[in-house]
């Protein structure tokens, strides 16, 4: 019985293919965005996205003397160097029957890194003479007609002089922004100096948890809204090498609230460069601060790796149960984006590789901290303004809100098809902790100062 059922549903699936591409041939014609010669794997008609018109470009071109791709790398899906009926049957069976997912450049866009005769020659630029449109290095699919794959460029976003949705104007934003200082963390007899994450407890109210960057011991902080110390509490079995940032989440199973230390700051500009092959993000359960307790449950280690390099990165948040790290900068220069990773699978046992699943236009500004909302809607970043040689310039360090639509389901979405975002910038004394009040879109902001910030919805989205 599971052999024919089995046989069925190849049979159904092959029915299927079949039946789509002869009716496909008669209404879809390939549509070719703008851009470089970069593309991503499997996008045989420069679209932004790999779908089922995808494959069917490949068969209309092959079998019924349809257009050839404008870009042949961008078909040949198995990088074989070679375009034959294996690359459409290979995107089938990644978008339906949980097949490998495409050769690299995938999913995000690049360079081909393989040398074979297939080319890649899209259309020239749209709308040359619109002055504030995205440069290439920003976005290589700007594409003024069609939605393109960096779609967060397609929301008009106040104050940075670029014109997202290609409509020949830029927007400047509103004066009148005035976030509150609210707090400061003590200086003795401990001194909460250069602390780097902050995250809201959800079942002690008014109660924050913060840290301390590189150079502290393993150590976390229980602070009030206005930066008064609650209690100190060491974290059993961690140690701190360069902890950046930290988050919450609350495990089902066991009923019990966790905190998340990410120790995965590698610095650039030390010598050598990066030096940390191996990182790690510390879970330990969430201690209760009003107790004599001084010291935490024993923390569960989860090593990784990243699949394309050493990284360096300050910014974790985490949702369902899932850590994310938000880079902190592409290269020392900063070209515009930070890349977004997630662990796929939670493994104490060995060293993870972390799947990249998106890269943030960041305008060349470095990443150093990230919370999403309770419930799920909203992702902030905060970026303290650094130098490429990693100096710290008195100007305003900029924050991102951005909202994604309700019943999403992927933490793409922020990145690919946000509903909104809101851009601000403002001096907050080398701001790198930021998270959301709980059952709220209001933000706390914590800098390297000691200050605390208050950043209420009302202010942002009125």
């Known amino acids: 019985m599971s052999v024919h059922t089995k046989k069925s549903k190849n049979s159904l699936f092959y029915f299927i293919v079949i039946v789509s591409f002869d009716l496909l041939f008669w209404w879809v014609e390939p549509t070719y965005a703008v851009g470089t010669n970069q593309f991503m794997r499997s996008d045989t008609n420069f679209d932004g996205e790999v779908d089922l018109s995808d494959p069917v470009v490949t068969l209309l071109y092959l079998f019924q003397g349809g257009a050839p791709p404008n870009c042949e790398d961008a078909a040949d899906v198995d990088d074989s160097g070679k375009l034959d009926i294996s690359d459409a049957i290979y995107t089938l069976l990644y978008l339906f029957r949980g097949g490998p997912q495409p050769s690299n450049p995938f999913p995000l866009v690049g360079d081909d890194l393989t040398s074979d005769p297939l080319s890649c020659s899209p259309p020239d630029d749209c709308n040359p003479d619109n002055p504030f449109i995205y440069p290439h290095n920003k976005n290589p699919y700007c594409?003024?007609?069609?939605?393109?794959?960096?779609?967060?460029?397609?929301?008009?976003?106040?104050?940075?002089?670029?014109?997202?949705?290609?409509?020949?104007?830029?927007?400047?934003?509103?004066?009148?922004?005035?976030?509150?200082?609210?707090g400061t963390m003590p200086d003795s007899p401990i001194s909460l100096t250069e602390t780097s994450g902050i995250v809201a407890s959800r079942q002690y109210p008014g109660v924050y948890w913060?840290?301390?960057?590189?150079?502290?011991?393993?150590?976390?902080?229980?602070?009030?809204?206005?930066?008064?110390?609650?209690?100190?509490?060491?974290?059993?079995?961690?140690?701190?090498?360069?902890?950046?940032?930290?988050?919450?989440?609350?495990?089902?199973?066991?009923?019990?609230?966790?905190?998340?230390?990410?120790?995965?700051?590698?610095?650039?500009?030390?010598?050598?460069?990066?030096?940390?092959?191996?990182?790690?993000?510390?879970?330990?359960?969430?201690?209760?601060?009003?107790?004599?307790?001084?010291?935490?449950?024993?923390?569960?280690?989860?090593?990784?790796?990243?699949?394309?390099?050493?990284?360096?990165?300050?910014?974790?948040?985490?949702?369902?149960?899932?850590?994310?790290?938000?880079?902190k900068r592409t290269d020392v220069s900063g070209h515009g984006r930070a890349r977004i990773y997630k662990f796929p699978r939670l493994d104490e046992s060995t060293t993870v590789t972390l799947e990249l699943i998106a890269e943030f236009?960041?305008?060349?500004?470095?990443?150093?901290?990230?919370?999403?909302?309770?419930?799920?809607?909203?992702?902030?970043?905060?970026?303290?303004?650094?130098?490429?040689?990693?100096?710290?310039?008195?100007?305003?360090?900029?924050h991102w809100i951005i909202e994604r639509?309700?019943?999403?389901?992927?933490?793409?979405?922020?990145?690919?098809?946000?509903?909104?975002?809101?851009?601000?910038?403002?001096?907050?004394?080398?701001?790198?902790?930021?998270c959301f009040i709980p059952e709220t879109y209001d933000i706390f902001i914590t800098s390297e100062e000691r200050s605390i910030w208050s950043l209420p919805q009302s202010l942002y989205n009125p």
């Not at 939605?147 to 460029?153: D, E, K």
């Not at 002089?161 to 005035?178: K, L, Q, R």
């Not at 999403?372 to 905060?382: K, M």
């Not at 019943?407 to 910038?425: A, C, M, R, V, Y």
């Open 405 to 434: 639509a309700e019943g999403s389901t992927k933490i793409e979405d922020f990145i690919s098809n946000p509903l909104q975002i809101w851009i601000f910038d403002f001096k907050n004394q080398q701001g790198e902790g930021i």
């Open 210 to 327: 913060v840290h301390r960057d590189s150079g502290d011991t393993a150590r976390i902080y229980a602070i009030r809204d206005n930066g008064s110390l609650i209690r100190t509490f060491s974290v059993t079995k961690a140690a701190a090498t360069d902890w950046e940032d930290i988050s919450i989440s609350f495990d089902e199973n066991d009923k019990t609230w966790y905190l998340w230390i990410a120790d995965i700051g590698n610095n650039p500009n030390q010598n050598p460069p990066m030096p940390r092959d191996e990182l790690t993000i510390y879970k330990v359960p969430e201690p209760n601060p009003f107790t004599g307790e001084t010291k935490t449950l024993p923390a569960i280690l989860y090593n990784f790796n990243y699949p394309d390099g050493k990284h360096d990165a300050e910014a974790l948040f985490i949702w369902e149960g899932i850590p994310y790290i938000a880079e």
């Open 143 to 182: 594409d003024c007609d069609e939605t393109s794959y960096y779609a967060q460029g397609r929301i008009e976003i106040c104050g940075n002089n670029m014109d997202e949705n290609c409509d020949g104007i830029v927007i400047p934003c509103e004066p009148s922004f005035n976030p509150q200082l609210i």
């Open 361 to 398: 236009l960041n305008d060349g500004k470095v990443v150093t901290g990230a919370d999403i909302s309770q419930d799920g809607r909203r992702l902030t970043l905060i970026s303290d303004t650094i130098s490429p040689t990693g100096e710290h310039p008195n100007v305003a360090d900029r």
